[in-house]
């Protein structure tokens, strides 16, 4: 059984800093693609950033800048480091990740992590 396991969100205030973490766990043979999207009430989920098949990254034009994706492959896991945070990254952060499980190439989502960014 695969599943995705985020932590590290929370509140903070606006220019503050935030790391999020997203392990996959479970039988897993590789990873394809692992990145993170955001919603934020009454909007679609969007991508924030993710690191592709190849290992280059992506990232939200809205990041960027502001934003690092990074991993560590031995712990099947991937990082966001958010600085500068504004109001409008405020959302609940869902990590997404392409797997190979067995001989099956599956796609799985995280349960969410909210980060509300306040004053």
């Known amino acids: 059984q695969v599943q995705l396991v985020e932590s590290g969100g929370g509140l903070v205030q606006p220019g503050g800093s935030l790391r999020l973490s997203c392990a996959a766990a479970?039988?897993?043979?590789?990873?394809?693609?692992m990145g993170w999207y955001r919603q934020a009430p009454g909007n679609e989920r969007e991508l924030v950033a993710v690191f592709n098949s190849g290992g280059s990254t992506n990232y939200a034009d809205f990041v960027k800048g502001r934003f690092t994706i990074s991993k560590d492959n031995n712990k099947n896991t991937v990082y966001l480091q958010m600085n500068s945070l504004l109001p409008e990254d405020t959302a609940v952060y869902y990590c997404?990740?392409?797997?190979?499980?067995?001989?099956?190439?599956?796609?799985?989502w995280g349960q969410g992590t909210q980060v509300t960014v306040s004053s």
């Open positions: 479970g039988s897993i043979f590789s990873i394809h693609s």
């Open positions: 997404n990740a392409d797997l190979m499980v067995g001989l099956l190439r599956r796609n799985y």
